[in-house]
């Protein structure tokens, strides 16, 4: 089945870091593009940061620059967001996905992300 699982989210005061995961099943972070996106409250959905197939180049947002830091495991298959320094704006579900090489196209489906709160 091809899929990615987010983890990691949860409940935060603002300063505090938090690291996300993105678990694939049916693809490989050595075949794609990969990024985090987000989606808050009445907002649409926006790119936050990708890392591409091998690695050695990434995008951030303005929002995120400096504070996250996108990675990938190959040997896990994981995708990882460190969060650091949050804040109250950072409040979002975040959802990862396959993209389309130094674009913000989605190649799969949305998995049901996890929950990121960041309490001022």
């Known amino acids: 089945q091809v899929q990615q699982v987010e983890s990691g989210g949860g409940l935060v005061q603002a300063g505090g870091s938090l690291r996300l995961s993105c678990t694939a099943s049916g693809w490989t972070f050595n075949d794609y593009a990969a990024a985090w996106f987000r989606q808050a409250p009445g907002k649409e959905r926006e790119l936050v940061a990708r890392?591409?197939?091998?690695?050695?180049?990434?995008y951030y947002a303005d929002s995120v620059k400096g504070r996250f830091t996108i990675s990938k495991d190959s040997v896990s298959n994981t995708m990882y967001l460190q969060m650091n320094s949050l804040k109250s704006e950072d409040t979002a579900v975040y959802y990862c996905?396959?993209?389309?090489?130094?674009?913000?196209?989605?190649?799969?489906?949305w998995g049901q992300g996890t929950q990121v709160t960041v309490s001022s």
């Open positions: 890392i591409n197939w091998s690695g050695d180049s990434t």
């Open positions: 996905n396959r993209v389309l090489a130094n674009s913000r196209i989605v190649l799969g489906s």
